[in-house]
């Protein structure tokens, strides 16, 4: 932290253009511009007389377009007491005063888009300008002199203090205000992340708060010794800071303290991050300028601990051997992250890869702009998300892809609206939050059939589980209710399918090396040992998780991490607390994931445990692996579907077995398009007669011009059976020319069932018993096993 001294009155407001310049304004009527390469000062422009600044902020970089990364935006306002504001340009010169309130205008902020103005004074109004300052409308006229005034996400809403309330408005006419009592005094000072979407809000009650948007209070402080004068979000949403008298806090996004520093300032008037969130800028009522950097941020994974020490220095520690490295970088450190034996180092100009073997060597490339707001990585790459894309790294320092669609906002990705897993990236779309676009990892190109996913309801967080084939990829989706869906990402042609898994979720993360999830969820710590089982065997979904209560984490408490069989959790006041499972799910994931069946079904009837033996019914359903399923099922009990599993050994083509397995997973879909595709027309026809789907039975025998006599029998004997006419029309019209013959239909079915097991490629059914244990049944129309419910 460092207090710089060039004011020789009380300073009001500070702002920047790039990490390395920043600008503050005081009541000696000077601007100052400081650099903090050079430790130079020099007066940017000198007020008139009567004109003591309140509030400055730079014109949004994002909007001044993408190339504004490194030199930073050239044109701020500056608000002051003689109820004008001021467009001051880079250079010192005042393009424009404007008459904006009577009395003190005190604060004016630019819309995240750059095309709005909004300005808040003392006689209570807050109004609208455009870019080049004309008046567009006065939102607002209230009695209390408005301190606060914060622009929403998407630049469409106002959020403003009217005395001891919040309120935040649209910018339609008719829209109505959300407005409730947010503090025990006068609120002095309010900030609203785009990222995160929360609202910060501090006053002269001595508390701060954190809010969500629909008003409810996510976080409230102690009461403090003095007002809290100042707050800032940094860019990304992660942490904010706090400024009261002599006082500098920062604090986690839910509100907990990570530091307090009591630097001899006065009161810090205002506080301002810089763009690449690792330095904020503080007006001191003492007539001095601070500027703090954000240090100490600890990453750990595994048995490594990494710490930035400074700006410019990372230690790294091996906790087994107590190894310390020192790695020291040119520029400044803007983001870390530490995973799957990898540390990526953002700075203000390059990237490091360092693969923790060999702290000595890193791989490093230059960055084309400075300014990484989120590192995300996953087994085999990494994903960097600058102001305006989203690019995928090889570890070995190459650019993969970087996937983009229309109206794509990199600069407010975070955590949780963009996931990444070895194959995909999903990220949550802006403009629509029930769309998820999901992207190949190899080539940026989106998957299957290009549609993204929509989900029917706002999305707030996804996650994209580690392990498996690609063609087996889920993502978990917690929407706006805190319901948990699990979704297939990679689908052609057919309707993708989504799964409820659970609700009231407040946190999740999958495992890095096994397709485990866990939840914190309405009270109860929840991990889904194979969470597919929902797509395998609903009967089983709620027999393969492990529940315990969540009251030792205290409230709101947030899973940070799933490494093997250890979760790492964050309590509300910021404490880390461990928590473990069960070693031997993961054990079985490997041995499934490897296709060692008799090892699983070995460790299962060593541990004895149900949970495992449903995960390893789920799992070999799945795989059709028809032995291992029949055990499992077997030793949970559930005769019936043994006996189908047994049943389905018998039929000698593999395609139709598989069928068979696809329909005890509960997808006809599957199972029809399994045999169509063999050319098992004949066994496709009849699943449909078993499911009483006549229409499709019936399309699909005059389609490939077989069996049209067989669908009309079957139909013919079911209508009997319930002494009912036929009166479908495309029923009445095939069975006009044709006559049903029985023992022609028995002949024909038999000779079907002599040509499947005549087909040259029959693979006969693995058999957990020998042929000659089981009596030989008469052959008979297998659509599906008689157990299977009708």
Not at 346 to 364: G, H, R
Not at 681 to 699: G, K, P, S, T
Request: net charge neutral; hydrophobic share 35%; glycine share 6%.
């Amino acid at each position: 932290m460092v207090l710089k001294s060039a004011h020789s009155e009380l300073v009001s407001c500070v702002g920047w253009t790039t990490p390395d310049e920043c600008y503050s304004g005081a009541d000696d009527h000077l601007v100052l511009k400081w650099n903090l390469n050079s430790n130079e000062t020099t007066t940017l422009v000198k007020l008139p007389e009567d004109v003591f600044p309140t509030d400055m902020h730079w014109f949004p970089k994002s909007a001044a377009g993408g190339g504004a990364g490194k030199k930073g935006s050239d044109l701020f306002v500056l608000t002051s007491t003689d109820g004008k504001f001021h467009l001051i340009s880079r250079s010192g010169r005042v393009e424009k005063s404007i008459d904006a309130h009577k009395g003190a205008v005190l604060s004016g902020r630019w819309s995240w888009d750059g095309t709005a103005l909004v300005t808040a004074g003392e006689d209570g109004q807050v109004k609208i300008w455009s870019r080049s300052g004309m008046l567009r409308s006065t939102l607002t006229q209230n009695s209390n002199t408005v301190y606060g005034v914060a622009w929403g996400p998407d630049s469409d809403q106002v959020l403003f203090t009217n005395g001891r309330q919040l309120v935040i408005k649209s910018l339609q006419a008719n829209a109505k205000p959300t407005m409730w009592k947010a503090h025990e005094g006068v609120i002095l000072n309010v900030d609203w992340n785009p990222v995160n979407n929360l609202i910060l809000s501090g006053g002269e009650d001595c508390r701060y708060k954190v809010w969500d948007t629909y008003g409810r209070i996510m976080y409230s402080s102690a009461a403090h010794d003095y007002p809290i004068t100042s707050l800032a979000w940094t860019p990304n949403g992660e942490l904010f800071a706090v400024g009261s008298f002599n006082t500098l806090r920062l604090c986690d996004q839910a509100g907990w303290s990570y530091s307090l520093e009591k630097p001899n300032t006065g009161s810090l008037f205002k506080l301002a991050w810089s763009s690449d969130g690792t330095q904020v800028a503080g007006a001191c009522g003492n007539g001095q300028v601070l500027i703090a950097n954000v240090i100490e941020k600890r990453l750990e994974w595994k048995n490594y601990e990494a710490v930035v020490v400074s700006s410019k220095q990372i230690h790294v520690r091996n906790v087994m051997n107590e190894a310390l490295e020192k790695l020291d970088f040119r520029d400044r450190v803007i983001k870390v992250s530490l995973c799957f034996n990898h540390l990526v180092v953002a700075t203000a100009s390059q990237c490091y890869i360092y693969n923790t073997k060999n702290w000595n060597t890193p791989m490093i490339f230059d960055l084309k702009e400075g300014n990484i707001s989120l590192i995300l990585q996953a087994e085999k790459h990494f994903m960097l998300v600058d102001s305006s894309n989203v690019y995928i790294y090889s570890y070995d320092g190459r650019m993969v892809c970087s996937p983009k669609y229309p109206g794509m906002r990199a600069d407010i990705l975070n955590y949780q609206t963009v996931s990444l897993s070895n194959d995909t990236v999903a990220i949550r779309d802006k403009t629509d939050e029930k769309v998820i676009y999901v992207f190949d990892a190899q080539n940026g190109k989106p998957l299957g059939d290009g549609k993204p996913i929509t989900h029917k309801l706002e999305v707030m967080e996804i996650a994209l589980d580690q392990c498996g084939p690609a063609t087996e990829r889920r993502l978990a989706i917690i929407d706006k209710n805190r319901d948990l869906y699990l979704t297939s990402v990679r689908v052609f042609g057919s309707e993708r399918k989504s799964n409820k898994l659970g609700n009231m979720i407040q946190s999740l993360c999958w495992n890095d090396s096994a397709n485990m999830l866990a939840a914190l969820a309405d009270g109860k710590f929840t991990v889904w040992y194979y969470p597919n089982t929902i797509y395998v065997d609903r009967d089983l979904a709620s027999r393969t998780v492990f529940e315990k209560e969540a009251s030792e984490f205290g409230k709101n408490p947030q899973l940070l991490n799933f490494i093997g069989n250890h979760i790492i959790i964050r309590r509300a006041e910021g404490s880390l607390v461990g928590t473990g499972i069960s070693p031997y799910p993961a054990i079985l994931h490997s041995y499934v994931q490897s296709s060692r069946w008799d090892d699983a079904v070995r460790l299962c009837r060593f541990v004895k445990d149900d949970v495992l033996w449903c995960c390893l019914a789920a799992m070999s359903a799945y795989a059709k692996e028809l032995n291992t399923a029949e055990i499992a099922y077997a030793s949970i009990k559930e005769a019936e579907k043994v006996q189908f599993i047994v049943n389905i050994k018998d039929i000698p083509v593999k395609e139709a077995r598989n069928a068979e397995m696809a329909l005890l997973c509960g997808s006809p879909q599957d199972a029809e398009s399994i045999l169509l595709t063999a050319g098992l027309i004949f066994r496709a026809i009849m699943l449909n007669i078993q499911l009483y789907n006549w229409d499709r039975a019936l399309e699909l025998a005059v389609k490939h011009k077989t069996h049209v006599d067989t669908v009309l029998g079957y139909r013919q004997r079911y209508l009997e059976r319930f002494d009912k006419k036929e009166k479908n029309k495309r029923f009445l019209q095939y069975s006009e020319g044709i006559e049903i013959d029985w023992e022609k239909i028995d002949a024909k079915i038999e000779m079907e069932y002599q040509k499947e097991r005549e087909r040259p490629e029959r693979t006969p059914a693995p058999s957990a018993a020998s042929s000659g244990d089981r009596p030989e049944r008469s052959e008979r129309p297998r659509g599906r096993s008689q157990i299977s419910g009708h």
